[in-house]
């Protein structure tokens, strides 16, 4: 099962990472969100990563253009879509960055996740659902709803995963991999006692 860790925004969380080895390490570049990267320092965070970490550029409603001018600064490997984004828009990213595009979806009803498969992503990142709001909630997916569902393509479980929850999430919802934010952080800041047990309870200790 794949682990990642997102909102990534510091040297030192990097450097953490760095030791643990999480498959993917994301980083929020579009403006406004409380774990908003600066360009600059999204630019740092990547180039200092270990060979083996791929690094995931999350953005809210930008347009494929705006994107690749991201990437002309920024090194990324994955594009995650975190808003309201159409098929064609997904296409667009793809064929103007090149890189995998991956769809966030805050999982409502089985429906919202057989619409999210006709989008044409590599991957969705399924997460709870708040009216209004783009996710990085910390608020727990229907796990249940997620299992019964099914989905065909390749997933991520995201939405309020935790070191108590993530094995019980994980029995319950046969996903690709493990989206970590807000259930990795101590008042607002990665916690990296946290990130260790995440590790340690899916890899068996074994950080490579």
């Known amino acids: 099962m794949k682990i990642k860790f997102c909102g990534i925004r510091r040297m030192e969380d990097v ?20 774990r908003t990267v600066p360009l600059e320092t999204a630019r740092k965070l990547s180039e200092s990563r270990k060979p083996g970490i791929a690094a995931v550029g999350v953005f809210v ?9 991201v990437l002309r600064q920024v090194p990324l490997d994955v594009i995650q879509l975190h808003g309201s984004e159409t098929a064609e828009i997904v296409s667009g990213v793809r064929w103007r ?20 498969e006709q989008l044409g ?5 399924l997460e709870g659902y708040v009216p209004g709001q783009a996710g990085g909630t910390g608020v727990t997916a229907n ?14 479980l ?20 493990v989206d970590f ?19 340690r309870l899916i890899r068996g200790g074994n950080h490579g």
């Not at 992503?121 to 990142?125: E, F, K, Q, R, W």
């Open 143 to 156: 796990w249940q709803l997620i299992a019964e569902a099914a989905p065909a393509q390749p997933f991520f």
């Open 181 to 199: 934010s807000s259930g990795i952080e101590t008042g607002g800041i990665k916690d990296y006692e946290k990130m260790e047990q995440i590790i």
């Open 15 to 34: 450097a953490f990472c760095n030791t643990l080895k999480p498959d993917y390490m994301g980083m929020i570049l579009s403006e406004g969100f409380r």
């Open 97 to 116: 960055t090149g890189l995998p595009v991956w769809k966030a979806v805050r999982v409502k009803d089985a429906a919202e996740i057989r619409r999210a």
């Open 158 to 177: 995201a939405g309020g995963l935790t070191p108590e929850n993530v094995v019980q999430a994980a029995e319950t919802v046969h996903t690709t991999g």
């Open 121 to 125: 992503a590599d991957a969705l990142i």
């Open 61 to 69: 409603n930008a347009s494929p253009v705006q994107i690749a001018e």
